[in-house]
């Protein structure tokens, strides 16, 4: 059964920098598109982005081009976020999850999910 884990989360100050991880867990990871995700408090859970099963290819949502940077280590079987110029907005609790790679979409209709990791960014 496939299990992603998030940790990281933390509590910065804007401006500041902080590195997400997401362990993988229960099935080959590179036959898996991979992606990060956020919910703040009152709003619905948002892209944040995503890398496909061979870290070639990366999608970022608008918000957070040139500041976050997703990668991959298929040796490890993890996925980073690092998040740098941190801003209110970032605020939110981060979900790492899990696409089955049947096919070249790595954006959307991820099967797994983790439990979330609380990101907080004070102004």
């Known amino acids: 059964q496939v299990q992603v884990v998030e940790s990281g989360g933390g509590l910065v100050q804007a401006g500041d920098s902080l590195r997400l991880s997401c362990a993988f867990s229960g099935d080959s990871f590179t036959i898996y598109h991979m992606g990060w995700f956020r919910q703040a408090p009152g709003k619905e859970r948002e892209i944040v982005a995503t890398i496909n099963w061979s870290g070639h290819a990366t999608y970022y949502t608008d918000s957070v081009e040139g500041r976050f940077t997703i990668s991959r280590d298929n040796t490890k079987n993890t996925m980073s976020l690092q998040m740098n110029s941190t801003k209110p907005e970032d605020w939110a609790v981060y979900y790492c999850?899990?696409?089955?790679?049947?096919?070249?979409?790595?954006?959307?209709?991820?099967?797994?999910w983790g439990q979330g990791t609380q990101v907080t960014v004070s102004s």
């Open positions: 999850a899990a696409k089955f790679a049947s096919g070249s979409d790595y954006k959307s209709a991820f099967q797994y």
